[in-house]
């Protein structure tokens, strides 16, 4: 995410151990009914595989005619009619030449502009209102127009989205602890700063660049990596909240390098995109030492980000169905290797 600067008048003064892929699927959800048959095919005809249980968080891989193929709580995959599938978050691409005005409200006339995304962009939507769409992006929320925002895959995920009424929807209030909490990037800053490598581990950006210059990036703590990776690995297994800033009670993946570090006296931008493009400086992929910032995404966006605790993996808050987790430094499906930063 590159949020552009925006000038408001509201803010003068934000436990197992598990290796999933990465950010594997293309929407989330929850089981619609108390108790769900989920099969190895997508036919009524084929084996149930288990039962899952009202509420249970699920990973949507893709779409077979009424059918979505999930991976469920304990990595394994099965097949459900989509009928009985709450889909709450849906990854979708900003599809704009220029930037796309977040407003406070879904309407031109009586919304606020509070923020914009950049072309290309990664963002979650929640549901949609009118012509409108809720959108978030680690700790920013606002409203978008639907024209200019578009599914990550073939599959049109955003149609499960669930519709509100504008008489339900609410203006969005950001307050000066949550402003902090975004850290808004400036036009200069860039997602961009390193090559999208592949998933065999090949080195991305070594920080040869002008572009590894330690920006916006400050350390007034004494912490190794060794005693990073042993505070993060107090918090295995707990829960996943979009945009959330809690180790405990819910966080995400930029939420928890962020919170990682400030233990030990490190300020972070509070975006992945944001952190990748300001905060310490590069390094190789063959040259990760324990505490390093690891960073993932698509065609060069980074939309995603982990802590190296060495061994070849990574800590990180990886989804709503997995939680905290530790997972594989070079995934071999899901979002690619983008490059890594060094904070400590």
């Given at each position: 995410?590159?949020?552009k600067k925006?000038v408001?008048?509201t803010?003068?003064?934000?436990a197992?151990?598990?290796?999933?892929?990465l950010?594997?699927?293309?929407?989330?959800?929850?089981v619609?009914?108390?108790?769900l048959?989920?099969r190895?095919?997508?036919?009524?005809?084929?084996?149930i595989v288990?039962q899952?249980g009202l509420g249970?968080?699920?990973e949507?891989?893709?779409?077979?005619?009424?059918?979505?193929k999930l991976?469920?709580?304990?990595?394994?995959r099965?097949?459900v009619?989509a009928e009985y599938i709450?889909?709450?978050r849906?990854?979708?691409v900003?599809?704009?030449?220029?930037?796309?005005n977040?407003?406070d409200?879904p309407s031109t006339?009586n919304?606020?502009?509070?923020?914009?995304?950049?072309?290309?962009?990664?963002i979650?939507?929640?549901?949609s209102?009118?012509?409108w769409?809720?959108?978030?992006?680690?700790?920013f929320?606002?409203?978008?127009?639907?024209?200019?925002?578009k599914n990550?895959?073939?599959?049109?995920?955003?149609s499960y989205?669930?519709?509100k009424?504008?008489?339900e929807?609410?203006?969005?209030?950001?307050?000066?602890?949550?402003?902090?909490?975004?850290?808004?990037?400036?036009?200069?800053?860039s997602?961009n700063n390193?090559?999208?490598?592949?998933?065999?581990g090949?080195?991305?950006?070594s920080?040869?660049s002008?572009?590894?210059?330690?920006?916006?990036?400050?350390?007034?703590?004494?912490g190794?990596g060794?005693?990073v990776?042993a505070?993060?690995?107090?918090?295995l297994?707990?829960?996943y909240?979009?945009?959330?800033?809690?180790l405990?009670?819910?966080v995400d993946?930029s939420?928890f390098?962020s919170?990682?570090?400030?233990n030990?006296?490190?300020?972070?931008?509070?975006?992945?995109s944001?952190q990748?493009?300001n905060?310490?400086?590069y390094v190789?992929?063959?040259?990760?030492?324990?505490g390093d910032?690891?960073?993932?995404?698509?065609n060069?966006?980074v939309?995603?980000?982990?802590?190296?605790?060495?061994?070849?993996?990574?800590i990180?808050a990886?989804?709503?169905?997995?939680?905290?987790?530790?997972s594989?430094?070079f995934?071999s499906s899901?979002?690619?290797?983008?490059?890594?930063?060094?904070?400590?």
């Open positions: 995410m590159r949020l925006v408001l008048s803010l003068v003064s934000v197992a151990i598990m290796v999933p892929s950010a594997y699927g293309q929407a989330y959800g929850t619609a009914t108390q108790t048959n989920v190895d095919g997508a036919k009524l005809e084929a084996s288990k899952v249970e968080p699920v949507i891989v893709c779409e077979e005619g009424d059918w979505l991976i469920l709580e304990d990595d394994s099965a097949y009619k709450n889909v709450h849906v990854l979708a900003v599809n704009v030449n220029g930037g796309l977040v407003r409200y006339e919304g606020k502009v509070i923020g914009s995304f950049s072309n290309g962009d990664e979650s939507v929640s549901y209102v009118g012509d769409y809720k959108v978030s992006q680690e700790g929320e606002g409203y978008v127009s639907k024209d200019y925002v990550s895959t073939e599959v049109d995920f955003l989205l669930p519709n009424r504008l008489t929807i609410e203006r969005m209030t950001v307050t000066q602890e949550e402003a902090q909490a975004i850290m808004v990037e400036t036009d200069n800053s997602s390193g090559s999208t490598s592949s998933n065999n090949a080195t991305s950006n920080g040869s002008s572009n590894s210059s330690n920006q916006n990036y400050t350390s007034s703590g004494s190794t060794d005693a990776v505070y993060a690995k107090q918090f297994g707990n829960p909240v979009y945009g959330g800033n809690s405990t009670n819910g993946c939420g390098t919170q990682i570090m400030r030990f006296g490190i300020s972070l931008n509070r975006s992945s944001a990748y493009a905060n310490g400086y190789s992929s063959d040259s990760l030492q324990k910032l690891v960073f993932y995404g698509y060069g966006h939309s995603h980000v982990a802590i190296y605790i060495g061994g070849g993996q990574v990180h990886n989804d709503e169905r997995t939680g905290i987790c530790i594989n430094v995934p899901g979002k690619p290797y983008i490059g890594a930063k060094r904070v400590l």
